[in-house]
Nanobody, 120 residues
Framework: QVQLVESGGGLVQAGGSLRLSCAAS????????MGWYRQGPGKQRELVAG???????NYADSVKGRFSISIDNSKNTVYLQMNSLKPEDTAVYYC??????????????WGQGTQVTVSS
């Protein structure tokens, strides 16, 4: 099993910043991707940002230029630096990891979610 522990959510005013962290532990073997998803009120869960072990990244158009994802392979930890936050960024943010002994048998694991609330 793989455990994900998230931290860093909270309440911030529009224009402010927050940094989310997600540490993975357990039977990880190899990490293929880590990422952050979010689910706002009444909305479907959506990808915010993803990163591969070699550092390749992708972002949702709505956060490009404001959010930055990074990974510390030595700590199996992924970070999401969120700047210039907007009220529409308000959501529960979930950490995701795709890992396993081989890519063909890799699995997705999810964190418990951390609330980010941006006030106007």
């Amino acid at each position: 099993q793989v455990q994900l522990v998230e931290s860093g959510g909270g309440l911030v005013q529009a224009g402010g910043s927050l940094r989310l962290s997600c540490a993975a532990s357990g039977s990880i073997f190899n990490i293929y991707t880590m990422g952050w998803y979010r689910q706002g009120p009444g909305k479907q869960r959506e990808l915010v940002a993803g990163i591969t072990r070699d550092g390749s990244t992708n972002y949702a158009d709505s956060v490009k230029g404001r959010f930055s994802i990074s990974i510390d392979n030595s700590k199996n930890t992924v970070y999401l630096q969120m700047n210039s936050l907007k009220p529409e960024d308000t959501a529960v943010y979930y950490c995701n990891i795709k890992c396993g002994p081989w890519l063909s048998s890799s699995r997705d694991y999810w964190g418990q979610g951390t609330q980010v609330t941006v006030s106007s």
